[in-house]
């Protein structure tokens, strides 16, 4: 499930280039049930070692301008929008009516205020083209001489599209419960090599790499629907991996 939150605020609003740990926060502490929240943030959906939250979401969008000095975007009145994504719709609802009744949200020092919220209806596919909002993130970590490194993979790399079927099965597992079928499958590829554009950005103190451009995507019903609702690749939750469906194939 999918919408896109409106929030309106008077004077200029200043975040930071990197604000995905802004956004974050305020989802976070919009969740009124204290349950269901130490649930998302401390246990998630399991797979093994592996948690899921099961949600992603867009940075800001607006009229802005870009401070290079101060790494910083400075919106203009009145309003940015931001798109929230997942796949239980227990927490859309429960993210919506909080938004909707309180008059203390804050992005960082900023007092802003929700203007609407509209749910965006748009349906996955087995094989569509699609532009990805936030980047694409697909990695791994190892130990070398005793440190921890992280690899991040380009789309170019034979590695990556495996990586992403791996993840999104894992998903799938993680959410259902049962293991998938040994013929679900799931692809990845660019489709511009030109467009594909490297992103960096960086959530709390950890830096991800990341892509953005066009790409085929191709597999299961199952596996696309779910993808599309919560992120392909890593770090969903930390914003990045979500898609819009340019057109169906």
């Known amino acids: 499930m999918r919408i896109k939150i ?3 605020f008077d004077g200029k609003l200043i975040v930071p280039i990197n604000h995905q740990e802004w956004l ?6 919009s969740i009124r049930d204290d349950g269901y929240r130490d649930f998302l943030h401390n246990t998630g959906y399991q797979q093994g070692k592996r948690q899921f939250r099961m949600f992603t979401f867009s940075k800001l969008n607006g009229s802005h301008r870009l401070d290079r000095n101060s790494h910083t975007l400075e919106f203009s009145p009145p309003h940015v929008s931001f798109i929230f994504s997942a796949y239980d719709k227990k927490l859309v609802q429960e993210l919506v009516s909080s938004l909707l009744i ?3 949200l804050r992005l960082g020092s900023h007092l802003v205020r929700v203007g609407s919220v509209e749910q965006i209806h748009d349906t ?8 990805f909002l936030t980047p694409v993130t697909m990695y791994s970590t190892f130990l070398l001489h005793d440190k921890k490194k992280t690899y991040f993979y380009s789309p170019w790399e034979e590695e990556f599209s495996p990586l992403i079927k791996a993840n999104a099965l894992k998903k799938y597992e993680a959410l259902y419960g049962e293991v998938p079928a ?4 799931i692809s990845l590829s660019p489709l511009h090599r030109e467009r594909i554009k490297p992103r960096t950005s960086r959530f709390k103190s950890t830096v991800i790499k990341g892509w953005t451009g066009e790409f085929i995507l191709e597999g299961d019903l199952e596996l696309t629907r779910l993808t599309y609702d919560v992120g392909l690749g890593g770090k ?4 990045h991996g979500l898609y819009e469906i340019v057109r169906h194939l």
């Open 124 to 131: 996955a596919s087995e094989k569509m083209v699609i532009h």
């Open 6 to 8: 409106t929030l309106t």
């Open 102 to 104: 309180r008059d203390d």
């Open 24 to 29: 974050h926060g305020l989802i976070y502490h």
């Open 182 to 185: 040994s013929d679900m499958t």
């Open 236 to 239: 969903n939750s930390n914003g």
